[in-house]
């Protein structure tokens, strides 16, 4: 089984990481051909009783994976982040949304 950490983070900033604010464990097991998701809410209180999600911005990527690998109790080998730019992308990516309104805003 193999486990992995996906992370949306807060940044404006195209190149920046803040806050992680979406937090995805997602394990994979191939001999099962299964996978599941487990979603860690950003507001989780770890030592000291800071939220887990100022960790990211604080400590980076490899910190944090190491201190969510920690609090659920499993290896976690691989990681991304991406932001709001980068989640826009990969919308992009796939053709965009098109978002009918019926009603005058």
Do not use: Y
């Not at 992370?7 to 979406?22: H, T």
Request: cysteine-free; charged content about 15%.
């Amino acid at each position: 089984m193999q486990f992995f950490l996906a992370v949306g983070n807060d940044s404006r900033d195209p190149n920046g990481v803040g806050l992680g604010d979406a937090i995805h464990v997602i394990s994979v097991n191939p001999g099962a051909k299964a996978a599941s998701i487990i979603d860690i809410p950003r507001d989780t209180s770890v030592g000291g009783g800071g939220k887990i999600n100022s960790i990211l911005a604080n400590g980076g990527l490899s910190q944090f994976t190491q201190t969510i690998s920690n609090f659920v109790g499993v290896p976690i080998k691989f990681s991304m982040t991406t932001n709001f730019h980068g989640l826009e992308s990969m919308v992009d990516e796939f053709g965009g949304i098109d978002i009918v309104i019926q009603e005058p805003m």
